[in-house]
């Protein structure tokens, strides 16, 4: 079975340009999770879908957006890129919105130059 | 809210010593707690988890029991290897709140032969 994937692997931006990441989220899982992991930060939260909904929101500005499609997968867009968005983007799916047993993809690597 | 503290590392242990992490959790309902681990290069792996007071989660030789009354999810190992070493996430999630998986930020572990 695939676990979770995501893509690209490593994305170059320069600051103020827009950047799009994408999630597969493993067979049968309807919730995707979001996270930021920038050097020293750990994980931030970002955003939850379940079901094509936005369920939850971490403490982030609104160029961060992203939308769920009626197969569970995920984009995660970041308009106006600034040199402080360079971090893993990691996502994660699970099972539904009262299983929160999360399984990780292996994340997208966002650098802005 | 919600929220995760974790020790701070880095945590420098020789092969087969003990190992604490220490974690404590804020949350206004009855969350699920977990560990998770990153091995270096890699994505986040679910390690343990426990859903309700008094449970103890355990994994590869890994051990946490969920305390209600100290708000604490501790993780322990009795015989650390050099292959442990990694970064350890404790995590708390509360679907009933609304609330997606929060993360402490994470300690890191190395484990010298």
């Known amino acids: 079975e695939a676990g979770v994937t995501q893509s690209p692997t490593h994305l170059i931006k320069t600051r103020g340009q827009q950047a799009t990441l994408r999630c597969s989220p493993i067979?049968?899982?309807?919730?995707v999770y979001w996270y930021q992991q920038a050097l020293g930060l750990g994980l931030q939260f970002l955003l939850w879908y379940d079901e094509g909904e936005e369920r939850n929101r971490g403490n982030f500005p609104p160029r961060f957006s992203g939308r769920q499609f009626p197969n569970y997968s995920s984009e995660l867009n970041v308009n106006a890129l600034e040199l402080e968005d360079s971090a893993l983007y990691l996502c994660a799916s699970s099972p539904g919105r009262q299983n929160t047993e999360a399984f990780f993809g292996q994340g997208t690597r966002l650098t802005v130059v | 809210g919600n929220s995760v503290t974790q020790m701070e590392g880095p945590v420098t242990l020789s092969e087969e010593a003990f190992l604490t992490i220490n974690c404590t959790y804020t949350?206004?309902?009855?969350?699920?707690l977990f560990w998770y681990v990153q091995y270096p290069g890699e994505g986040l792996q679910l390690l343990l988890k426990a859903t309700k007071a008094d449970d103890k989660g355990s994994n590869k030789g890994f051990e946490a029991t969920y305390r209600k009354e100290t708000t604490s999810f501790h993780l322990e190992k009795g015989s650390v290897q050099v292959s442990d070493s990694a970064v350890y996430f404790c995590a708390l999630s509360d679907p009933q709140a609304g609330t997606a998986l929060i993360f402490g930020k994470g300690t890191t572990l190395s484990v010298s032969s």
């Open positions: 067979s049968g899982h309807t919730s």
């Open positions: 949350a206004t309902g009855y969350p699920s």
